[in-house]
């Protein structure tokens, strides 16, 4: 059963500052791996989704990189922005033959102080 | 083109009522999935569907169904609530499923009492 996992749990940065998110797997064998932000009592829009043969994605300040060997994936944001506060969340498709369904982290709630 | 809708946004029930929840896709999305969101457990799967036909369901009792329309819509349905059952239910549709891109709604809020 995949299991995914975020740290640190919680972060609170001043603005302009760089700062990476960690994502890890337990299961390597994955189709892709998305990344997501959640604004407070909404719904989650999707940054990035990294493809299982890439190693990199960009996307503005944002760039997600993908080591499947290790089961990782982090999210830099540079230059971070107060506007960046948010939840995010990675999430994996679930391995076997049924690639119907997420399996996400509990996420990492980002803070940027002005 | 328009994102993910969900109706109605928010919803107060109280114990052993149901309730059923609408999720429209995107335009030319066959895939739609649902999600219960709560603070102790995050997120976690309930049901997909793709062309009215359901191909996976999450570990949850049989009180949780859903279906999907021919033009792609979804409704779940949450039979003799409980107070558990408080949760944001998100949706999110895509092209084919799972290994693209998924776009999510807003959330219905659910609140039972």
């Known amino acids: 059963k995949q299991e995914v996992t975020q740290i640190p749990a919680a972060l609170s940065v001043p603005e302009g500052e760089n700062l990476v998110l960690n994502c890890s797997f337990t299961?390597?064998?994955?189709?892709?791996l998305q990344w997501f932000r959640q604004d407070p009592g909404k719904g989650l829009t999707s940054l990035l989704l990294i493809q299982s043969s890439q190693r990199e994605q960009t996307s503005g300040r944002l760039n997600a990189s993908l080591d499947k060997s290790s089961g990782r994936s982090t999210l830099y944001i540079a230059a971070s922005q107060p506007g960046d506060s948010a939840t995010y969340l990675c999430?994996?498709?679930?391995?076997?033959?049924?690639?119907?369904?997420?399996?996400f982290g509990k996420g990492t709630l980002l803070t940027v102080n002005p | 083109k328009a994102g993910v809708t969900q109706t109605p946004r928010y919803l107060i029930k109280t114990r052993g009522q149901q309730v059923t929840l609408s999720c429209s896709p995107i335009s030319g999305h066959r895939s739609v999935s649902w999600y219960q969101q709560t603070p102790g457990q995050g997120l976690q799967f309930l049901f997909e569907y793709f062309s009215e036909t359901q191909r996976n369901k999450g570990n949850f009792p049989g009180r949780f169904s859903g279906r999907q329309f021919s033009n792609s819509r979804s409704e779940m349905n949450v039979s003799t609530l409980e107070l558990g059952d408080s949760a944001l239910y998100l949706c999110?549709?895509?092209?084919?499923?799972?290994?693209?891109?998924?776009?999510f709604g807003p959330g219905t809020r659910l609140l039972v009492l």
């Open positions: 999430a994996v498709p679930e391995s076997g033959g049924s690639n119907y369904k997420l399996t």
């Open positions: 999110a549709s895509s092209l084919l499923g799972s290994q693209e891109t998924q776009y």
């Open positions: 299961d390597s064998a994955i189709y892709n």
